[in-house]
């Protein structure tokens, strides 16, 4: 089955730092990544969608010089969190979709900002 | 406005007992209806995934229906584990695949 690994799976960093997560597809090719927040107890809020060798769309609200993502190579898309305050604290998920319908989901990275 | 709706909002129930969760939405053009398990810090899980033919898949004791017709969906649940307890989320895609969550229903399972 298709699977999608994000790293890292949780870190703490001092607020004004910046975090990079990595989000891999392992063993197929993602035409597109998606990435998504989600607070406790909510849903998941998708955050922008990027596609291999193109910028990456940003959903309204979510501002791209503060969360940069590179989407370099069919099976790894980052997201960096640039200058990371405490709200910036969350559970960060990305997506990967082949061609076709399916999507699949990494497991997650829990920031922590303090 | 593309929007997925789930009921219950929670739910509780016993081991061994079936459930169903229901999702409406008002997605159009539709593609996709997906419905996902999330244990609580883990990513979403696929469980099923159904196009505009389909009206029934089942994953082991998870089996999903869609009506196209009245833009519904269930997920039920049959003789709950434990283990079940999680949160379920619908999620339905448009005609450019962007999904649309709902806000899932949290099930807990109690022995």
């Known amino acids: 089955g298709a699977v999608v690994s994000q790293h890292p799976s949780r870190v703490i960093c001092k607020s004004g730092t910046s975090v990079k997560i990595e989000c891999r597809s392992l063993d197929f090719q993602a035409t597109t990544m998606f990435w998504y927040r989600q607070f406790p107890k909510k849903s998941l809020m998708l955050m922008a969608t990027?596609?291999?060798?193109?910028?990456?769309?940003?959903e309204q609200g979510v501002e791209k010089d503060k969360f940069l993502i590179n989407h370099a190579s069919l099976t790894l898309s980052t997201l960096t969190v640039t200058s990371a305050h405490p709200e910036d604290s969350s559970f960060y998920i990305c997506?990967?979709?082949?061609?076709?319908?399916?999507?699949?989901f990494g497991p997650g990275t829990r920031l922590t900002v303090l | 406005k593309n929007q997925v709706e789930q009921s219950p909002q929670s739910l509780i129930i016993l081991e061994g007992k079936n459930c169903t969760l229901q999702c409406n939405y008002t997605v159009s053009p539709f593609s996709n209806l997906r419905w996902y398990k999330q244990d609580t810090g883990r990513g979403p899980v696929s469980l099923t995934i159904m196009t505009f033919s389909e009206n029934t898949k089942s994953n082991g004791r998870y089996t999903a229906t869609l009506d196209a017709d009245t833009k519904q969906s269930s997920l039920h649940i049959t003789a709950s584990q434990l283990s079940d307890s999680a949160s379920y989320i619908c999620?339905?895609?448009?005609?450019?695949?962007?999904?649309?969550f709902g806000r899932g229903t949290s099930l807990i399972v109690h022995p």
């Open positions: 990027s596609n291999e060798g193109s910028k990456a769309t940003y």
């Open positions: 997506s990967a979709r082949r061609l076709g319908l399916e999507q699949f």
């Open positions: 999620v339905v895609s448009g005609g450019s695949y962007i999904p649309t």
